[in-house]
């Protein structure tokens, strides 16, 4: 019976553990994940498809570009949210930044990705401003 409940015990930290490891980022301001980023736009999620090997692809109509300019209809790629990936929601306007390879723009939750609604005004009037390009 003790024999039980210490594999039970084990086997539910080894599931913690294994989840906590899964991604693990840098403590950054706001300043340093923009400065990071390759683009930072503000935009709504319209659309997500599944891909291959537990990725996303969102579809974002962009509202505002606040470093590179980039299409209105962005597709934008993300892992697994257990793997570092972002966990975007349809109809939710977002900041979402990231990088961009060949031609194909991807973010992750190391990269500046927060519901519009949730920043603060004072970082959002900056934004507009362009006070966080001083990279």
């Not at 090997?53 to 470093?67: P, Q």
Request: aromatic fraction near 12%; proline fraction near 1%.
């Amino acid at each position: 019976m003790k024999l039980t409940i210490y594999v039970i015990i084990c086997l539910v930290l080894i599931n913690f553990i294994s989840h906590a490891y899964g991604c693990s980022c840098a403590f950054s301001t706001n300043q340093e994940m923009f400065c990071s980023a390759t683009f930072v736009s503000k935009g709504k999620v319209t659309g997500i498809k599944n891909l291959e090997g537990n990725k996303f692809e969102y579809t974002v109509a962009v509202n505002h570009s606040f470093k590179i300019k980039v299409p209105n209809t962005l597709k934008v790629r993300s892992g697994d949210p257990f793997m570092c990936g972002v966990d975007l929601q349809k109809g939710v306007v977002y900041l979402i930044s990231g990088y961009v390879s060949g031609s194909t723009y991807h973010t992750n939750n190391c990269h500046w990705n927060q519901e519009w609604q949730s920043i603060k005004s004072d970082t959002r009037k900056k934004l507009f401003k362009g006070q966080f390009n001083n990279c």
